[in-house]
């Protein structure tokens, strides 16, 4: 049974840019929600996705947008890329009837750099 | 808002020694409480939770304890071993809107040396 995987691994763009980083949940899973890592912090929630909407979503600006495929799997867009958008992209995954201490699954991430 | 406090770091250790890190939260409701840990170069694991006030969560010899009237969550384990070397954190969801949420502490580097 896979768990979640993400890609790509390993990304670098230049400021003004765009990026598209997939992930495809563990087996089962319908919600998958994504964070942000900066380099020595703790990850950040972005937003999360559930039947193919955003149900949550965090402190970050429009430029950070979504989407849910009927599959589950689930890509972040990010325009406009600024520097500070460098940072370790995790997704994770989980079951929506589940309780909120049920354990979120998470995926290696993404590290993109932005030069 | 929900928030959730580490100790600083970094943590060093010897290998045996008694470790504990800290981690004290704020917020509404009863949340419930996680440690992830983050081994170099790969994504989060789940270490333990626990879901309700004075639950104990363990694993791998760690154990923590929902302690509400001191809103604290601390990390102990009695042995520790150099293939514990790794970024632990502290973490909590809550109900409500913040439903699935997780918010994380800022993490606390553990080096364990022989």
């Known amino acids: 049974d896979a768990g979640v995987t993400q890609s790509p691994t390993h990304l670098i763009k230049t400021r003004g840019q765009q990026v598209t980083l997939r992930c495809s949940p563990k087996?089962?899973?319908?919600?998958v929600s994504w964070y942000q890592q900066a380099l020595g912090q703790g990850p950040q929630f972005i937003f999360q996705?559930?039947?193919?909407?955003?149900?949550q979503r965090g402190n970050f600006p429009d430029r950070f947008s979504g989407h849910q495929f009927p599959n589950y799997s689930s890509e972040l867009n990010v325009n406009a890329l600024l520097l500070g958008d460098s940072a370790l992209y995790l997704c994770?995954?989980?079951?929506?009837?589940?309780?909120?201490?049920?354990?979120?699954?998470f995926g290696p991430g993404t590290r993109l750099t932005v030069l | 808002g929900n928030s959730v406090t580490q100790m600083e770091g970094p943590v060093t250790l010897s290998e045996e020694a008694f470790l504990t890190i800290n981690c004290t939260y704020t917020?509404?409701?009863?949340?419930?409480l996680f440690w992830y840990v983050q081994y170099p170069g790969e994504g989060l694991q789940l270490l333990l939770k626990?879901?309700?006030?004075?639950d104990k969560g363990s694993n791998k010899g760690f154990e923590a304890t929902y302690r509400k009237e001191t809103t604290s969550f601390h990390l102990e384990k009695g042995s520790v071993q150099v293939s514990d070397s790794a970024v632990y954190f502290c973490?909590?969801?809550?109900?409500?809107?913040?439903?699935?949420?997780?918010?994380f502490g800022q993490g606390t580097i553990l080096t364990v040396h022989p």
């Open positions: 994770a995954s989980s079951l929506d009837i589940g309780g909120p201490g049920d354990e979120q699954f």
């Open positions: 087996s089962g899973h319908d919600t």
């Open positions: 996705y559930y039947e193919e909407e955003e149900r």
């Open positions: 917020a509404t409701g009863y949340p419930s």
């Open positions: 626990a879901t309700k006030a004075d």
């Open positions: 973490a909590l969801t809550a109900g409500g809107t913040s439903y699935g949420k997780l918010t």
